[in-house]
Nanobody, 123 residues
Framework: QVQLVESGGGLVQAGGSLRLSCAVSGRTLSVNAMGWFRQPPGKEREFVAGISWSGGSTDYADFVKGRFTISRDNAKNTVTLQMNSLKPEDTAVYYC????????????????WGKGTLVTVSS
């Protein structure tokens, strides 16, 4: 099994920044692609950003391009999401996820999930 634990959520004003981290433990050798998803209040879970095992390939949802950056440190088994220029519509529970697949941009493609961390952006 793979365990994922997110941290770094909180309350921030519009235009501010937050940095989310995800600690990976357990059968880390079975992890390849990793990503961040979010679920705004009353809405479906959606893809935010993804990264390959090497970190050489990244994907972003259009609504975060230029504002969010995903990165990973395999030596430390961590994945981070740097979020800048936050908007009220970025308010959501953010989830870290992992998959043995090479590249994943859909919730159904992920095998392992953290419990989520709440990000609230005030206007």
């Amino acid at each position: 099994q793979v365990q994922l634990v997110e941290s770094g959520g909180g309350l921030v004003q519009a235009g501010g920044s937050l940095r989310l981290s995800c600690a990976v433990s357990g059968r880390t050798l079975s992890v390849n692609a990793m990503g961040w998803f979010r679920q705004p209040p009353g809405k479906e879970r959606e893809f935010v950003a993804g990264i390959s095992w090497s970190g050489g390939s990244t994907d972003y949802a259009d609504f975060v391009k230029g504002r969010f950056t995903i990165s990973r440190d395999n030596a430390k088994n961590t994945v981070t999401l740097q979020m800048n220029s936050l908007k009220p519509e970025d308010t959501a529970v953010y989830y870290c996820a992992a998959s043995p697949r090479i590249r994943v941009t859909t919730p159904s493609g992920m095998n392992y999930w953290g419990k989520g961390t709440l990000v609230t952006v005030s206007s």
